[in-house]
């Protein structure tokens, strides 16, 4: 009897006890949070942030490691927030779902954005402004700044990694309008024209 009754007592106690897994699973929380993929690069100090969440009742909103807005979402699953004051160069930009309680948060993915306002630089070193050629091809020698790219008559220049471009033009006879524009990741541009006539040596 005494086999019996300690084989009892073993598996009687290697059984999970069905209330406490019960509460286990009460207590589990599954709530996710995830923001859109941003833009890369802003002309704006202000961006505006969205994304979808399941299971939480709010939204923090962080700018460059500082709570920058604080939204309720009232049973919606989708969100959208303008937030400001972002600093020249990169800013850190994440989200951390909440909910009422505060018993359970979750923070998403942090993303970079560039916020740039200045146009970028553009100089044209050859050929000079209003100058006449004799010969029909031209080399065109500039710069600009880095993750720039720059058009010739609506025609993409090579630009190198330190924002150098050089290339060949081939010319009407008479005067030539030459068009250069150069736009950076944020979208700021920079224009300048350069006059060019070529005649030929007789």
Same mark, same amino acid.
């Given at each position: ?6 084989a !009892? ?7 999970? *006890?069905?209330?406490? +897994? ?5 207590d ?19 961006i ?14 962080? !700018?460059?490691? +500082? ?6 979402? *009232?049973?919606?699953?989708l969100?959208?927030?303008e937030?400001?004051? %972002? ?8 989200? +951390? ?8 948060s ?15 630089? %553009? ?10 050629v004799?010969?029909q ?13 720059v058009h %010739?008559?609506?025609?993409p ?7 150098e ?5 081939? !010319?009407?006879?008479? *005067? ?14 920079t224009e ?9 040596? *007789?």
């Open positions: 009897d005494s086999l019996i009754n300690t !009892l007592f073993f598996t009687n106690t290697s059984q999970p *006890d069905n209330d406490d +897994v019960s509460s286990k699973q009460k589990a929380f599954y709530g996710s949070i995830e923001l859109d993929t941003p833009n890369i690069a802003t002309t704006a100090a202000t505006v942030v969205s994304g979808q969440s399941t299971g939480f009742d709010q939204v923090e909103f962080y !700018l460059n490691n +500082v709570k920058a807005h604080m939204t309720e979402l *009232d049973g919606e699953t969100f959208s927030e937030i400001g004051k %972002l600093i020249p160069g990169e800013n850190k930009i994440y989200a +951390v779902g909440k909910t009422s309680k505060k018993s359970s979750k923070k998403t993915d942090v993303f970079t954005v560039l916020y740039k306002s200045d146009a970028p630089i %553009l100089k044209i070193e050859r050929p000079e402004n209003n100058t006449t004799s010969k091809e031209i080399e065109i020698v500039g710069s600009t700044d880095r993750d720039t790219t %010739l008559n609506n025609m220049i090579v630009v190198d990694l330190k924002g471009f050089v290339t060949t033009l081939r !010319l009407k006879e008479g *005067d030539n309008t030459l068009n250069f524009q150069a736009t950076d990741i944020a979208g700021n541009t300048t024209m350069i006059q060019v006539r070529y005649a030929r040596d *007789d």
